[in-house]
């Protein structure tokens, strides 16, 4: 029962994280800078202190006695994460929902599954998998393979994206995809998904801040909600930084009071973007909460996202157009992604 509950938050959470971008596509007479940090206000700033207000009241007395280093290092992790998540919204801008979740996400397991145990290999911690572990157990072995066949699945999803450059015209494909660019978005994507693993490893690093909720008899359902807070703060500098920036150098910042826009409208469906964006992880945290494996919840919930994007993709019409050979591939494409996800995320639970 456990495990069906753990799978059925997951399913909330990446339903959530598969559709927060929809709002956006709503907002008018703004540029992209400006309602991505308006959203990213209630992501990252807002409402996860509100969450943990609710079901970790005491959430800033453990912050308060946390160590040092364990901030530190949470909040590094989320520095990272957040040019993964700023350059996400962008693969999604030049891709669509469809094709840049698929790429984005693949590289995001499959760097979530690999690059802990290759930094594990060269700095050793009990009872954390190495690369060399990988290699020489069964369960390794099938993690590898999906990583290599997540890699196989992002081919053919570029591999049609590239067809459906071909088959349309110019007009044709901005009528699904406003800003499509292939080789920018596959770019930027590729970046994206490999930044975008370092929110797995910010919440194992916050995992004491988890573990002490908990101690001071919090439910664990809603103990990562207290590690949530820290690493956002990191993803919040990034992102607001760099919106800052492209504020200034296009001029921008007019957006925020421009009054030939629906302004109210434009920040409610902002906040709504970007509180719907957190739901993500708080479902996450209380799906890994009863499944109690952090690589197989981070797989399942990229499976999840997977699989709602590219739903979002063919209410969008992104493929509308396109030959039966194209949609086949991208439909090939997504199929051996997910399998893939599916096979890492059953060889961790053989661990």
Known sequence: MQIILGIIFHFIGG???????????????????SYWIIGGLFSW????????????????????NTPSS????????????????????????????????????GFCSAFGALVPSIYYNF???EGKTTFHDLLATSWGRIV???????LLGIFICGRAGMLKEKELPEAEKKKSVAEF????????????GIMSACFNFGIEAGKPMAQAAVAAGFNPLYQNNVTYITLLWGGLATNFIWCMILNARNKTFGDYTKQNTPLLKNYILSALAGTTWFLQFFFYGMGESKLGNGASSWILHMSFIILT???????LKEWKGVSTKTKATITIGIITI?????LVGYGNAMK
């Open 123 to 125: 700095y050793p911690e």
């Open 144 to 150: 590898l393979a999906g990583i290599i066949i997540c």
């Open 309 to 315: 994007a590219n739903m979002w993709g063919i209410v």
């Open 338 to 342: 997910i399998a893939s996800v599916l």
């Open 70 to 105: 364990v901030i530190s290092y949470t909040m590094l992790f989320g520095v990272l994460w957040g040019f993964g998540g700023l350059t996400y919204g962008l693969g999604v801008r030049y891709l669509g929902m469809s094709l840049g979740n698929s790429v984005v996400l």
């Open 15 to 33: 339903f959530a994280s598969g559709s927060f971008y929809m709002p956006y596509k709503k907002v008018k007479g703004w540029h992209w800078e």
């Open 181 to 192: 660019n292939l080789t920018k978005g596959l770019l930027v994507a590729i970046f994206s």
């Open 45 to 64: 700033l807002i409402v996860p202190p509100l969450a943990a207000w609710l079901t970790v009241p005491g959430f800033a007395e453990i912050i308060k």
